[in-house]
Nanobody, 125 residues
Framework: QLQASGGGLVQAGGSLRLSCRTS????????IGWFRQAPGKEREGVAC????????YYSGSVRGRFTISSDIAKNTVYLQMDNLKPEDTAVYYC????????????????????WGKGTQVTVSS
């Protein structure tokens, strides 16, 4: 199971840290991805961390502003979001897959197998 939390309302330029708490599987055997979906838009992969090979991927829209990290002991993956912009407003989801490496997120057609419920992030201008 995956449970995302930490969303909220923040002004542009502010920060939020999302958490993805995992259970029922061994986190170090999986890649965890953060995705977002804004109303009327397609789902977008924003960051991914692969615990099997240590790779990390960021989409161009968040690179330099968002940081993905994990705490294996706490079975939790974090997404630190800094310098937030109104266009970052979306529902954010975390997902897991044991066959992924982080760069899979950059290619269409790859889907993660396990998903949690989302958490709303709203950035006001």
């Amino acid at each position: 199971q995956l449970q995302a939390s930490g969303g909220g309302l923040v002004q542009a330029g502010g920060s939020l840290r999302l958490s993805c708490r995992t259970s029922g599987f061994i986190l170090k055997d999986y890649a965890i991805g953060w995705f977002r979906q804004a109303p009327g838009k397609e789902r977008e992969g924003v960051a991914c961390i692969s615990h099997t090979d240590g790779s990390i991927y960021y989409s161009g829209s968040v690179r330099g502003r968002f940081t993905i990290s994990s705490d294996i002991a706490k079975n939790t993956v974090y997404l630190q979001m800094d310098n937030l912009k109104p266009e970052d407003t979306a529902v954010y989801y975390c997902a897991a897959d044991s066959s992924w490496i982080a760069t899979n997120m950059g290619y269409p057609g790859y889907e993660m197998g396990h998903w949690g419920k989302g958490t709303q992030v709203t950035v006001s201008s």
